[in-house]
């Protein structure tokens, strides 16, 4: 039996051995045609580079609106959404009697995060009917808000009428039974 070496692994030209030493040859040219065939490797073909994005707008552009009574502001997000992390905002958005939608998150939350995407969507729907507002419990001044609304689970949705409480959604809720909570408890008498 002959035995030569390459690098630091030594072959035999016996059967198991030479069966293995075919095998490896084969591997490297399925290796080679199937990197060629991604476009990963040389095979003499540039692999275009894509474009580099724009860049995203950023994260926190507010607008802010002044409301009816000049002495306090509401800061409202491009979508529409109040930004109600305040005390004194989250109390001047209660007092107006229109149907509002509050939604209790968190910045760390997935879930969270996803449904505040959502309701940014909602917003732009329900426009003039709908006044949507959330409240980031990451923040330190919504602690007395987290409180005073008996907030246990992030997020929370609270549909509100008339300055009260109507119905509460704890979790993470699909757009289909928004639009039905929104259209059948809260807009309907």
Not at 36 to 61: E, F, I, N, Q, Y
Not at 87 to 104: E, K, Q, R, T
Not at 129 to 151: K, M, Y
Request: charged content about 15%.
């Amino acid at each position: 039996m002959q035995t030569w070496y390459r690098g630091d692994v030594s072959f035999g030209t016996g059967s198991a051995h030479g069966a293995r030493r075919r095998n490896v040859g084969r591997g490297c040219v399925c290796l080679v045609s199937l990197l060629c065939a991604l476009g990963l490797g040389g095979c003499g073909k540039k692999t275009p580079v894509p474009a580099p994005a724009p860049p995203a707008p950023p994260a926190t552009t507010n607008v802010s609106v002044v409301v009816s009574d000049g002495s306090d502001q509401l800061v409202q997000t491009p979508a529409g959404v109040f930004v109600l992390n305040q005390p004194a905002s989250f109390n001047l958005f209660f007092s107006n009697p229109a149907p509002a939608i509050v939604l209790f998150y968190s910045r760390t939350s997935v879930p969270c995060v996803m449904m505040s995407a959502l309701l940014s969507r909602m917003a732009t729907n329900y426009l003039a009917r709908v006044r949507f507002g959330r409240v980031d419990l990451s923040d330190t001044n919504s602690a007395v808000l987290e409180a005073q609304c008996a907030v246990r689970a992030v997020p929370t949705l609270i549909f509100v009428r008339d300055g009260r409480e109507q119905h509460r959604l704890v979790g993470k809720t699909a757009r289909d039974r928004l639009d039905f909570m929104i259209e059948r408890k809260l807009l309907k008498p």
